[in-house]
């Protein structure tokens, strides 16, 4: 699978928790997710915090105690929304392709919540997402694997 394929699979099932998921579908759409978190925050946060830290460091050595904190910039504020809001609306499709890819796995989607646990349950579930799916059918669907492969004699 492609990456823009794979991509264009997630949100094409974007509250789908049924079916499985290949590896190639998950990494590429986790990969595209990354690299647009990063540059939105780099663009868009970055600039306002290092504002924001040269404004309070600037206060913190005029030695005036009486002298108020200086305020959050516009800039920082709004790069927090956009970027909260680009998380959220990719929330589901998200924890969709995660389900999806423990099926794959022969696991219970429940498992994402395995995520939860600090720095265990993430490397858990990371060394699950590598793994190879279950070939052939399994009781989450019919192996997407096999489905993309011309039939040999």
Known sequence: MS????????LSKYA????????????WYTLAYAIVSAVLYAVLVLPGYTAY????????MAGDPAAPLPA???SLM??????SIFALALLLPSLGV?????????RSGFWVFLGLVPVVGAIILIVWEAT?????????G????????????
């Open 3 to 10: 990456f823009i394929e794979s991509i264009r699979t997630v």
């Open 16 to 27: 789908v928790f049924s079916g499985r998921a290949r590896r190639s579908e998950y990494w």
């Open 53 to 60: 830290l040269t404004a309070t460091m600037e206060w913190s």
């Open 72 to 74: 959050m910039p516009g």
């Open 78 to 83: 709004v790069g927090y929304a956009v970027t």
């Open 98 to 106: 995660t389900v999806r890819r423990l099926h794959d796995t022969g």
């Open 132 to 140: 190879a799916g279950t070939p052939g059918p399994n009781q989450y």
């Open 142 to 153: 019919p192996d997407p694997k096999a489905a993309q492969q011309p039939a040999t004699v």
